[in-house]
């Protein structure tokens, strides 16, 4: 905990306070209005008080509770336990709730139960929201309001319920901003001259923290800054031997740049990012010089380190990516090539490259790099590493994004549901290599293997809760570990998931978290997706007219950002938000000289039904494919059912409506990421409006 954390008072919380306060960040509590504490009973009655709590104001269903209390067996009869817990709960949440009223608070819905709490009344989200107003304020302001937010924490979240695994998650996320606070709290405070001040709580944190280069950095720039330069590169020292020594980490690069600048002095010549450019540099060419000295023109070593080239370049820019995207699956033929099965297998697996977006870039590259993948593995046979099997595995599941793997014509949209092979494949794929990494204990190699658990969690609608799980044990695992890359991807996975489930604060957290980490380390394709996120927030709160030249300008970016497969057929996308935010069909001559791209199979029945061309829309539905496993599949059903309504298609409506039905709460297309179409319910209330007019 931070030393500036503690409890606090919640009867004197500005006049706020009303009614009840729950509190998650410690052990599980509640206060009444006066601030008192609510006695809540056993174990069992905090456990599922928490367990709402963290659902955030959504149904957790009965079955959903008894398989997290009972994590090994439900005990006979955990299901009537559950409602006596629940009982129990709302007597003491509303003690002046007269007889036979319905309660307020702990409300039954649905197949489960559904805790009703105001934003201002959890410490959880109070936290999450101060520290969302400091990181928007300017440093002066900033570090009165980082206090504020690390006020609210009294111990460890959910602390009476250590080993639950349905806390993991939650627990995750709130310790990595908890972290990010203390940090940034710092940070304002050397900005603001204060740097001694910063120093003590630094010193504490990088004890508890060792983990945290960020954290050592900060600490040797406010002791520098406080006149303690021998201190400062002591720090940078210990900093070195505790990650080499003691962690078993590579120190990044900051630390070194921070000993140049500390070294250099603040009034020396040649300081700032041009003198370290060009001392970059001059380290540049020496090494590649020595490279081509020392090691022969057909070395396997050029394979191995051209293959790790080419993963670093994808994360450079635009060029970067498009550089290594294209001379990738050369690398890896050149690699088969060899006959060396091994050395195919490792060029193969390196590319750890995060990947965001469920549309490949170049899908017909994505499918050879499958198989090539699944050639290394069938060559390598039973002789195989588990770490190498585990790459090759995360290889498939990333790769298999979308239909990119697709090994035959997709089903059409209008038929049965079912599970093609090549999606089981790919799913297994994924369960295979996150099981090696987690017995391996390999973090770099679970967070590969997580990413391709994302790219697989699209087999059906209404599964943003579960990415946004995967999301926080990404942003987690690579806080602990030190991996900014794979952690600016979880937070991006979460800023989506977040969208779909309409909890704009927490996505908004996400998106600023993501922008921090990428420019610190020098990340700029992450910002083209939280532009997209921020056009679409605005969106929802300020409506069209203000979000159309924030997409304008995003699809500018987004053009020159190198990864095709989200930019082709973007100009639709953005097209058809107030179309599909409406109740209507497009106007004829709408999308003329809009290129749908990849997406026309799905919008070309909704523009034959807007232009009045019945027959041919009906035909068209007739043929079009299910939407991609992907991050739109909700928005192009959505797209489907407005169609089929319009033109009396009831089989396709049908099914469309089964499928969104999935996502019953969430917000269509939100966990793209890049559009919203509104509220699910209300496309499943026209679809079945649509329905029983058919009689």
Do not use: K
Request: some cysteine.
């Amino acid at each position: 905990m931070s030393a500036r954390a503690g409890p606090r008072r919640r009867g004197a919380r500005e006049g706020r306070a009303v009614g009840v306060q729950f509190g998650l960040l410690g052990p599980v509590a509640a206060w009444d209005r006066r601030g008192e504490p609510v006695a809540l009973g056993a174990p069992r009655h905090r456990e599922v008080l928490g367990r709402l709590l963290i659902a955030r104001n959504r149904v957790v269903p009965v079955d959903r509770l008894v398989a997290d209390l009972w994590e090994d067996e439900p005990a006979a009869g955990s299901v009537g336990a559950v409602r006596t817990f629940v009982a129990a709960l709302r007597r003491v949440l509303e003690p002046d709730r007269p007889p036979h009223r319905p309660p307020r608070v702990l409300v039954t819905q649905g197949p489960g139960y559904v805790l009703h709490a105001a934003r201002d009344a959890v410490d959880a989200w109070c936290f999450e929201d101060a520290a969302a107003r400091a990181a928007a304020a300017p440093p002066h302001s900033a570090v009165a309001i980082w206090d504020e937010a690390l006020a609210w924490w009294r111990g460890p979240v959910l602390a009476d319920f250590p080993a639950a695994r349905w806390t993991a998650a939650e627990r995750a996320r709130l310790e990595a901003l908890r972290l990010q606070a203390v940090e940034r709290r710092a940070d304002a405070l050397v900005a603001t001259g204060a740097a001694r001040d910063a120093v003590p709580d630094l010193e504490a944190h990088v004890a508890a923290h060792p983990w945290r280069e960020d954290g050592w950095v900060l600490l040797a720039t406010a002791l520098d800054r406080s006149g303690r330069r021998g201190d400062a590169l002591e720090a940078l020292r210990r900093a070195r031997d505790t990650l080499a020594g003691q962690l078993g980490m590579d120190p990044g690069p900051a630390l070194a740049r921070t000993q140049e600048r500390i070294l250099r002095g603040p009034d020396a010549p040649g300081t700032g990012d041009e003198a370290g450019a060009g001392l970059a540099d001059g380290v540049w060419g020496r090494a590649a010089a020595a490279w081509e000295r020392s090691v022969p023109g057909r070395a396997r070593l050029r394979l191995h380190a051209t293959a790790g080239l080419l993963r670093d370049l994808a994360l450079a820019g635009a060029d970067g990516l498009e550089e290594a995207r294209a001379q990738r699956t050369d690398v890896v033929a050149a690699a088969e090539a060899t006959g060396d099965a091994d050395l195919a297998a490792r060029v193969i697996g390196s590319y750890d490259v995060p990947a965001v977006w469920t549309r490949a870039d170049d899908p017909a590259g994505a499918g050879a790099l499958v198989r090539a993948a699944v050639r290394a593995a069938a060559a390598l046979g039973p002789d195989a590493s588990r770490p190498v099997r585990a790459r090759l595995l995360a290889v498939v599941a990333v790769e298999s994004r979308g239909d990119a793997a697709a090994d035959g014509r997709l089903p059409r949209a209008a038929d049965a549901p079912a599970v093609e092979p090549w999606r089981r494949r790919a799913a297994g794929a994924a369960d295979e290599a996150v099981g090696i990494a987690r017995e391996l204990g390999d973090p770099g190699l679970l967070a590969f293997a997580l990413n391709g658990t994302f790219m697989q969690s699209f087999e059906r609608c209404g599964l943003a809760s579960r990415r946004a799980d995967t999301g926080a044990e990404l942003t987690a695992l690579s806080v602990t570990h030190g991996m900014p890359n794979h952690e600016v991807l979880g937070r991006l996975v979460r800023m989506q998931a977040l969208a779909a489930l309409g909890d704009t604060a927490g996505a908004d957290a996400e998106a600023d978290a993501a922008d921090r980490l990428a420019s610190r380390h020098e990340r700029p394709l992450a910002g083209v997706f939280t532009s997209w996120y921020r056009a679409l927030r605005v969106c929802e709160t300020d409506g069209w007219g203000r979000a159309e030249p924030l997409y304008r300008e995003v699809l500018r970016a987004t053009a020159e950002s190198g990864m095709p497969g989200l930019a082709h057929g973007a100009p639709a996308l953005v097209a058809l938000v107030p179309v599909l935010r409406g109740d209507g069909l497009p106007a004829p001559g709408a999308f003329d000289g809009i290129d749908p791209g990849p997406y026309e199979p799905w919008l070309r029945p909704l523009l034959l039904a807007g232009e009045g061309r019945t027959g041919e829309a009906r035909g068209a539905l007739a043929t079009v494919p299910r939407p991609p496993h992907d991050l739109l599949q909700e928005a192009l059903w959505c797209v489907l059912a407005r169609a089929a309504g319009a033109v009396g298609e009831h089989r396709l409506l049908r099914r469309a409506r089964d499928e969104i039905a999935r996502a019953s709460g969430e917000w269509a297309g939100a966990g793209s990421g890049l559009v919203s179409f509104g509220p699910v319910d209300r496309h499943l209330r026209a679809a079945d409006a649509a329905l029983r007019g058919a009689g």
